[in-house]
């Protein structure tokens, strides 16, 4: 069982930077791969990044390549999103996720996440 709790969302101008958090907690907190997707309103949710259980290998959608950039400290359980360059079309709500399929297991899902947090809103004004 894990529980994730994101944070850091808001709204900042075009160009600005913003950095999520996602803090786990539970009985299988750890050793997880990692996630964030978001969902932009009348859109699907999407995949944007993801990080093997060691921090060693990610994975990026190909809209945030080279802008965002994922990270976790394993120690406090919490997983990062650094935003950098953020664009009008960023909007969304953005959810954290885990998949304990994969637990201590060095791999990088970009799908089949079973737990997920609820969400932080990051609005991006032209």
């Known amino acids: 069982q894990v529980q994730l709790v994101e944070s850091g969302g808001g709204l900042v101008q075009a160009g600005g930077s913003l950095r999520l958090s996602c803090a786990a907690s539970?009985?299988?907190?750890?050793?997880?791969?990692m996630a964030w997707f978001r969902q932009a309103p009348g859109k699907e949710r999407a995949f944007v990044a993801s990080?093997?259980?060691?921090?060693?290998?990610?994975r990026y959608g190909d809209s945030v390549k080279g802008r965002f950039t994922i990270s976790r400290d394993n120690a406090k359980n919490t997983v990062y999103l650094q935003m950098n360059s953020l664009k009008p079309e960023d909007t969304a709500v953005y959810y954290c996720?885990?998949?304990?399929?994969?637990?201590?297991?060095?791999?990088?899902?970009?799908?089949?996440?079973?737990?997920w947090g609820q969400g932080t809103q990051v609005t991006v004004s032209a």
């Open positions: 539970g009985r299988t907190a750890s050793g997880n791969p």
């Open positions: 996720a885990a998949d304990t399929t994969y637990r201590y297991i060095n791999i990088v899902p970009t799908s089949g996440y079973d737990y």
């Open positions: 990080i093997s259980w060691s921090g060693g290998s990610t």
